[in-house]
């Protein structure tokens, strides 16, 4: 499975950190990446980061510079802080993969998806 937690409530130009965790198996093969579904809009991919050594990354136009993608290896979990946030940052957000053992950033048909966490920004 995969979880993604951390979401919450912050005003805007607040901060605050996703966590995707893995549990019964190893999140060491694959690229994992960030997408969010806000109400009414189409979803959004917009972050990623590969397995290799130098953590190849991602990032849409609309959060780069923003929010930071990392992972640690040893906790089996991938990262999303997101800095600067705006009310149009607002949605549920949730962490993929692509199987089998896709490495590639963007991904390009992320196929499991765990259960999203909820951003909301909002003064």
């Known amino acids: 499975q995969l979880q993604a937690s951390g979401g919450g409530m912050v005003q805007p130009g607040g901060s605050l950190k996703l966590s995707c965790a893995a549990s019964?198996?190893?999140?060491?093969?694959?690229?994992v990446g960030w997408f969010r579904q806000a109400p009414g809009k189409a979803r959004e991919d917009i972050s990623c980061?590969?397995?290799?050594?130098?953590?190849?990354?991602y990032y849409s136009d609309s959060v780069k510079g923003r929010f930071t993608i990392s992972r640690d290896f040893a906790k089996n979990t991938v990262y999303l802080q997101m800095n600067s946030l705006k009310p149009e940052d607002t949605g549920v957000y949730y962490c993929?993969?692509?199987?089998?053992?896709?490495?590639?950033?963007?991904?390009?048909?992320?196929?499991?998806w765990g259960k999203g966490t909820q951003v909301t920004v909002s003064s």
């Open positions: 019964e198996f190893s999140l060491d093969y694959y690229a």
């Open positions: 980061i590969t397995n290799d050594d130098d953590g190849d990354t």
């Open positions: 993929g993969i692509e199987r089998p053992y896709g490495n590639l950033c963007p991904i390009p048909d992320m196929d499991f």
